[in-house]
């Protein structure tokens, strides 16, 4: 079955600390994965893809088969990061399968 | 720019109301999708639909019917609606989707009272 899993619900950092939101997922084949962002008030949005290896907003994922885990990175969060995070797998088909979201905070 | 558009942003409805979800994209895209979000379940995917008068069930269809007459709109449908399908609802489209993934609606939040 395909799953994905975000261990954590909340996660408070420091503005200049480093961010690392989990996603593991569970596909039997060869996922394509995605971080969706969604700022206060605002709609769910792309923010990166897994197989354009891209840095956006100075985020990165990278997707580790080993482990079956497509983490969102950031060296030094800021206060605009603050957002809810989810991640997406899509197999072969069309539909993504969302997790249960990560709500980051980041202080001051 | 991808526009997705959900006709209301809220809706207030009594239990037992069949309620109508709209949702109209204006960029031609095959796919569209239902979902509903809510706190600590992230988002469940109620119904999508691959072309026009096609229909696949999601994760949750019980209690939801959808209709998709023409490509550019897809309708949510509650037969009749009751206080757990209280939610925010996500339309969502897309083209391609592993390679460029989905553009969402910003939603409509509904309450059945």
């Known amino acids: 079955a395909q799953r994905v899993t975000q261990p954590e619900k909340l996660l408070s950092v420091f503005k200049g600390a480093p961010v690392e939101l989990k996603c593991n997922y569970s596909?039997?084949?060869?996922?394509?994965l995605f971080w969706y962002v969604q700022y206060s008030r605002q709609r769910l949005q792309l923010l990166l893809r897994h197989i354009s290896r891209e840095s956006i907003k100075g985020f990165t994922a990278d997707l580790n088969k080993g482990e079956t885990s497509f983490h969102l990175k950031k060296p030094f969060a800021q206060e605009e990061d603050s957002a809810m995070y989810y991640c997406?797998?899509?197999?072969?088909?069309?539909?993504?399968?969302f997790g249960t979201g990560t709500r980051l905070q980041v202080f001051p | 720019d991808v526009k997705v558009t959900q006709s209301s942003r809220y809706l207030v409805k009594r239990t037992g109301e069949k309620v109508f979800l709209e949702c109209v994209q204006d960029m031609d895209h095959e796919n569209m999708f239902w979902y509903r979000q809510d706190p600590g379940l992230g988002l469940r995917l109620i119904y999508f639909?691959?072309?026009?008068?096609?229909?696949e069930k999601g994760d949750i269809p019980e209690g939801y019917s959808v209709s998709r007459e023409k490509k550019e709109r897809f309708s949510l449908i509650l037969e009749s609606a009751s206080t757990n399908q209280t939610s925010m609802y996500l339309c969502a489209t897309g083209r391609q989707v592993v390679n460029y993934g989905y553009t969402f609606g910003s939603g409509t939040r509904l309450t059945v009272v």
């Open positions: 639909s691959y072309d026009v008068k096609m229909k």
């Open positions: 596909y039997s084949g060869s996922p394509e």
């Open positions: 997406a797998l899509s197999g072969r088909t069309d539909k993504l399968i």
